[in-house]
């Protein structure tokens, strides 16, 4: 007996997402759920305008997790003018919990590039966080709760014109002077694919 979890299948092709649907049936036991609406915490809402791909219930229990599900909003997940360092305050005292935490809100960037560089920020102090870290973080939760609903609305632009944006700070780490890279790629006008990253070299110039 082979046991198969769910399967998300998609296209524009309906003839052969049916005849999919029927080689499947023929050979496993299993049930058609419809238009897919809730995928590993991922949570899709289809309309005319477009697929809407959001993470709110994966938002609002990690606010309820962390008790900041009544926290204040802020317009931005991170001060600009602050540069952690790492060892700037003091221990904060429960590590597991930090890096849970911090792990939750990597996986929240699936659908909010918004906060994928603050997250990145945070991520590099797993090994020992601090009071100022942990900080940062519940601002995060905080710049999260302003808007639980918000995610990536694919829309179809009448084309499949491809760009791409990428940039770097200079030397924006204090400690080690390595700049940090961001970059998207949209086609038709939808986004599909970012990246913030720390450089692995330090720069000699900002090109």
Known sequence: MV?????????????????????????????????????????????????????????????????????????SPMDPNLKLMADQSEVYPDPERYRRLVGKLIYLTITRPDISFVVGVVSQFMQNPHLDHWNVVMRILRYVKRAL??????EDKGNTQQSGYCGADWAGCPMDKRSTSGYCVFIGGNIISWKSKKQTVVARSSA
């Open 3 to 75: 046991y198969v979890d769910d399967i998300v299948i998609a296209g524009n092709d309906t003839t052969k997402i049916v005849q999919l649907k029927k080689h499947l049936f023929s050979h496993f036991q299993t049930k058609d759920l419809g238009y897919l609406k809730y995928f590993l915490g991922i949570e899709v809402a289809q309309s005319g305008d477009g697929v809407l791909i959001f993470q709110r219930k994966y938002a609002l229990d990690i606010l309820e997790e962390t008790g900041m599900q009544n926290c204040r909003p802020v317009d």
């Open 149 to 154: 609903g918000q995610g990536l609305l694919y």
